[in-house]
């Protein structure tokens, strides 16, 4: 589990903005909260050199998102993200050769929260299943902020997750064309 969590993994949206009028599509769920800003195309490198890239895109306008991330110039998930009118949240879904996930994007005390679920096949051939949540905070305009969270049992967010010690919070720049 330690490569997958450690992607940027973008699946989908759940936002309740209170005194304003149910979305009806996904730019306008986006809208409501004010996170066109993540739309583009954003990198970070890792403390053992490795560049990844997340790229978020417009697939059907005001409709669908396209998601895909890779590491040192190799895809390795792709996925869409959409509004489900019938809930009323942004939905979506992340595949990956190792497995899948899913996930809400929710607003908590004004940060977006995503929180992941899904499978992986391990090294070893056994699927295993992960959750974990991620805050994002827009620095600048150019710079955001992604913070790894632990999920509990009851699908609750926790605390900052940690690996050999360190709080689990990356950096993530804009890409230059």
């Known amino acids: 589990m330690k490569k997958l969590t450690s992607l940027l993994i973008f699946v989908g949206l759940a936002f309740n903005v209170s005194?304003?009028?149910?979305?009806?599509n996904l730019k306008e769920?986006?809208?409501g909260v004010k996170v066109h800003w993540l739309i583009g195309d954003w990198?970070?490198?890792?403390s053992d050199g490795?560049?990844?890239?997340?790229?978020?895109?417009?697939?059907?306008?005001?409709?669908?998102?396209?998601?895909?991330?890779?590491?040192?110039?190799?895809?390795?998930?792709?996925g869409v993200i959409g509004f489900d009118s019938a809930s009323g949240k942004v939905v979506g879904k992340t595949m990956s050769k190792r497995g899948?996930?899913?996930s809400e994007w929710v607003v908590i005390e004004g940060k977006l929260?995503?929180?992941?679920?899904?499978?992986?096949?391990n090294p070893e051939g056994e699927i295993t299943p992960f959750s974990f949540a991620?805050?994002?905070?827009?620095?600048?305009?150019?710079?955001?902020?992604a913070t790894t969270h632990k999920v509990n049992d009851a699908g609750e967010v926790g605390e900052v997750a940690?690996?050999?010690?360190?709080?689990?919070?990356s950096k993530w720049n804009r890409k230059k064309p």
Do not use: C, Y
């Open 19 to 24: 005194g304003q009028e149910e979305p009806k």
């Open 29 to 31: 769920a986006m809208d």
């Open 43 to 46: 990198e970070r490198k890792s």
């Open 50 to 78: 490795t560049t990844f890239v997340v790229s978020f895109k417009w697939a059907v306008k005001d409709g669908v998102v396209s998601l895909q991330v890779s590491r040192d110039g190799e895809t390795t998930n792709q």
């Open 100 to 102: 899948n996930s899913d």
């Open 113 to 121: 929260f995503e929180v992941v679920k899904g499978k992986w096949k």
């Open 134 to 145: 991620r805050s994002h905070r827009k620095v600048d305009e150019n710079t955001m902020e």
């Open 162 to 169: 940690e690996r050999d010690g360190v709080k689990r919070i």
